[in-house]
């Protein structure tokens, strides 16, 4: 028996696929899996961190964006990764494999707190353009944000959950115009979980979308901008 030392034939580019990646196999279909691997591949050894637009992504494996980003949500909703993406699929987001899915040793802790932060201030961005919204973003609001950070909860998902709950407040207003405008971040908790576990296709929030922007803009028309109390005049929305 041969008992010499292996030796690798391209000895970089290389990476360490053990109990992590096995455990990601039971989870993930084909190509979220595939997708798993191409992020561990080029992530970043001291992060875990890959830094990619989805475009780029989609190009890298052959892919539509669409379906990229159906990969992504499934790993994010197995709790293997986190990513934070805008909306314009062109613009560098990024994905990071959770520590319990990445076998390397994270030692470049200030870069998860820029992403942290990112991900807080995209948050802060999504409250700020709701008319309906009233909220200085205080330090609980930051403190919660983050709690969603370390769980991993998906930052579309905490997008779908502003949106909705911003239209049932509007449909409040019109039935009861006494009611507070929406004040702290907390008020979409109870929405965030409701659609856990739920699967709505993307048509239904470009639905929900248009509905919520027709909404703003007849209020705002009915409104002055000095105007502090938006709970008059609803009935048409």
Known sequence: MNTAPL?????????????????????LSDGAFKLFLYVC?????????LAITQTDLALSLNKARKTIRDYVNEMENAGICRSHYGRNPNVRGTIEIVDSYWP????VEPLLDDAAAAFVSEIRKLLQARACVQSSFST??????????QRG?????????????????????????????IATLRYFV?????????????????YLRH????????????????????????GQL
């Open 153 to 181: 909860v998906p930052l579309s998902r905490i997008e779908q959950a502003i949106l909705l709950g911003c239209i049932r407040k509007y449909v409040s207003w019109r039935n009861n115009p006494s009611q507070a405008p």
């Open 104 to 107: 390397y040793q994270k030692t």
């Open 140 to 149: 609980a609001d930051e403190i919660l944000a983050r709690e969603w950070y």
């Open 41 to 49: 591949l080029n992530a970043r050894r001291d992060t875990g961190v």
């Open 190 to 206: 109870p929405v965030l979980q409701e659609l856990e576990g739920q699967q709505i296709g993307d048509d239904y929030w470009d």
């Open 211 to 234: 509905r919520l922007s027709r909404m703003e803009k007849l209020w705002i028309q009915r409104h002055p901008p000095r105007t502090e109390d938006p709970r008059q005049d609803m």
């Open 7 to 27: 030796t690798l034939k391209t000895p970089r580019g290389w990476f360490a696929a053990g109990v992590e990646v096995d455990r990601a196999l039971t989870l």
